[in-house]
Antibody
Framework: EVQLVESGGGLIQPGGSLRLSCAAS????????MTWVRQAPGKGLEWLSL???????YYADSVRGRFTISRDNSKNILYLQMNSLRAEDTAVYYC??????????????WGQGTLVTVSS | SYELIQPPSVSVSPGQTASITCSGD??????ASWYQQKPGQSPVLVIY???KRPSGIPERFSGSNSGNTATLTISGTQAMDEADYYC?????????FGTGTKVTVL
């Protein structure tokens, strides 16, 4: 059974940094395409970042230059390093596994999410 | 940037059919996916590659995609189908979610 468990969320002041973790079981992070998605309170889903199995990374314009996706292959953990946090980054952050076939990209396994609140 | 537009809300009576549209430029040339999200829960994949259902998703969920519009159809809607629904596609190396539709079963 695949499980993705996020952690690392919490209350952080504007301008601060936070690192989210996504611990995986039942799948190997380094062999999969993994992504981060967030949802601001009462709002829709927003795709943030993607890491391919070959290590290539991609970002949404809203977080490029501030957020960094990475993974620890030995621990089977996906990370999201978030810097220069703003109030508008307040959201529940989800990790998910992407199924990536020719012209078809979708997310079949999701974590339970971790809440990040950016406030002074 | 690429946008996927959905109606904010759809209302349906129990047992009737609900149709949720997702509009995007030449969306029919891409594969669309759909997710169901109930309050306080993580999204769940209900349709992928336009028309396919993951294991465990009821047959009443179906999808189509042509032209600029993808459609999620819920036939014989049940009270448990009341949720937010999001379409999803891609643009270059980015992934894009639709604006979301709240389905209310009256």
């Amino acid at each position: 059974e695949v499980q993705l468990v996020e952690s690392g969320g919490g209350l952080i002041q504007p301008g601060g940094s936070l690192r989210l973790s996504c611990a995986a079981s039942g799948l190997t992070v380094s062999s999969n395409y993994m992504t981060w998605v967030r949802q601001a309170p009462g709002k829709g889903l927003e795709w943030l970042s993607l890491i391919y199995s070959d290590g290539n990374t991609y970002y949404a314009d809203s977080v490029r230059g501030r957020f960094t996706i990475s993974r620890d292959n030995s621990k089977n953990i996906l990370y999201l390093q978030m810097n220069s946090l703003r109030a508008e980054d307040t959201a529940v952050y989800y990790c998910a596994r992407e199924v990536n076939t020719y012209a078809s990209y979708y997310f079949d396994y999701w974590g339970q999410g971790t809440l990040v609140t950016v406030s002074s | 940037s690429y946008e996927l537009i959905q109606p904010p809300s759809v209302s349906v009576s129990p047992g009737q059919t609900a149709s949720i549209t997702c509009s995007g430029d030449e969306l029919g040339h891409k594969y669309a996916s759909w997710y169901q999200q109930k309050p306080g829960q993580s999204p769940v994949l209900v349709i992928y590659q336009d028309t396919k259902r993951p294991s465990g998703i009821p047959e009443r969920f179906s999808g189509s995609n042509s032209g600029n519009t993808a459609t999620l159809t819920i036939s014989g809607t049940q009270a448990m189908d009341e949720a937010d629904y999001y379409c999803q596609a891609w643009d270059s190396t980015a992934r894009v979610f639709g604006t979301g539709t709240k389905v209310t079963v009256l």
